[in-house]
């Protein structure tokens, strides 16, 4: 028999990204807080704009995401011309690492940064380089410390995904000032619209050359399922992702109701409000119950607890009342649960079920 063909240096090396549970078995009622999804759903008028798009479905969509560009640079004062739109900001990470990176390259990411940072690199055949945080911040002199003449890309969430932690303008610019020639420093801005008066880097994006900001439909807009995000950089670089891109990449569906959730500045401004108050209720009720958690400028927040065994023995309680969060080892955070902010019901239900197991 012929032997199938061995893969690309690297990719076996990829360990499987695991999404958030949904079902816990014997469950009706689930709770799930554990994928940092908008617990309003998406907004009326996307799903109405992809029912109505589904009727086209027969249809190729186009390839330029015309409309859907213009209505994201009209909201945020863009250069429509150098916004790319992929599946999730998941694709546009991995074209910039494709682009970007090979064998031989490095890419630099805070010690618990998104997973996805270093299976991209390892899916190009790069070298992934995971710099150390402190208190669980990202530490702009390590990531600095961690930068070699091979390294191509650094990437970093702000807000940051597991920690909700925040590097503040400053310390952004003083990275990518401090990064050498050559090197992109891509901002993954998936929680920005959380962080109060934040622009995720755009601003920066719009005057450095090295800097790229990536922005997704997944969290604040609940357009999870649908697989779309967006990214804004130097023209020279949406012209090297645009040559990688799938043309018909993102669905008519998909793109439809992007745009009209894009437009949708009140379900943002709403979604937004409700959930600092929700957040601030959480971070209180695990404070009051002796959990510890830093101040989160996301839709989650990172409860820590005295070891392991805690924090799983608390996710196990959790589960028996049919809600899920998320246990965070591949972070390295063994001891510590990520809790997505739910709604004012949502959230008093967890409460409730966690004063139950502190009492316990
Ligand atoms: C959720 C998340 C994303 C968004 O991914 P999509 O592919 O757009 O759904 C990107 N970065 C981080 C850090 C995230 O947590």
Known sequence: MNAAPKPQPGILDIALYQGGASKIAG???????????????APLTAREAAREAASEMHLYPNTDHASLRDAIARVHDLDADRIICGVG????????????????DEVVYPAHGFLIYPIVTRAAGGTPVAAPERDRRVDVDAMLAAVTERTRLVYLANPANPTGTMLNGQEVTRLADGLPDGCL?????????????????????????????????????????????????????????NRLRGPFNLSNVALAAAEAAMRDREFVARCAADNRAQRARLVAGLRDLGIACDA???????????????????????????????????????????????????????????????GA
């Open 27 to 41: 469950h009706a009622n689930v709770l799930k807080l554990s994928s940092n999804e908008n617990p309003h759903g």
């Open 89 to 104: 900001s998941d694709e546009i990470l991995h074209l910039l690492a494709q682009a970007y990176v090979g064998p031989g």
């Open 185 to 241: 420093l891509v901002l993954d801005g998936a929680y920005a619209e959380y962080a109060g008066d934040f622009d995720g880097g755009l601003s920066l994006a719009a005057t450095r050359e090295n800097v790229f900001a990536t922005r997704t439909f997944s969290k604040m807009y609940g357009l999870g399922g649908l697989r779309v995000g967006w990214g804004y950089g130097a023209r020279a670089v949406i012209d090297v992702l």
């Open 296 to 358: 989160s400028e996301a839709n989650f927040v990172l409860a820590r607890f005295a070891d392991e065994d805690e924090a799983l023995d608390c996710d196990a309680a959790l589960k028996t009342r049919g809600i899920i969060v998320r246990h965070v080892p591949a972070y390295g955070l063994p001891n510590c649960l990520r809790i997505t902010v739910g709604t004012e019901d949502g959230m008093t239900r967890l409460l409730k079920a966690l004063t139950a197991w502190r």
